[in-house]
């Protein structure tokens, strides 16, 4: 009888949990923890609950739905890329050809 081998098929494949792809995890388990952070001082300072919850409510709610936005946008290397592209200028401008004369003479 032949030996069955099951192939592991998510190999080189991105990470991805309820739809968040790669980075994107990170990015709303680093913003859960300062909501975290930020409860834990407001609770500290003394502030009613009543205002505390609807604003890390809110807040976490927000988180989410942005990170869940850039997920799907731009996808697993997108933001990345997208900020780079920012880096680029528009054009470069030359007041001389010197640059070009001194390479040509050279090679």
């Known amino acids: 009888m032949a030996t ?14 309820k739809g968040l792809k790669a980075q994107y995890i990170a990015y709303l388990a680093v913003g859960l923890v300062l909501l975290l952070i930020l409860f834990a001082v407001l609770y500290i300072c003394g502030l009613s ?3 505390i919850l609807p604003v890390i409510g809110g807040s976490g709610t927000a988180l989410s739905i942005i990170v869940i936005r850039l997920s799907h946008r731009f996808g697993e290397h997108g933001l990345s890329k997208h900020f780079a592209k920012k880096q680029l200028p528009r054009y470069i401008r030359f007041r001389s050809r010197r640059i070009f004369i001194h390479l040509s003479k050279q090679a």
């Open 49 to 51: 609950m009543y205002i």
């Open 4 to 17: 069955v081998y099951h192939i592991n098929k998510g190999i080189n494949k991105p990470i991805t949990f």
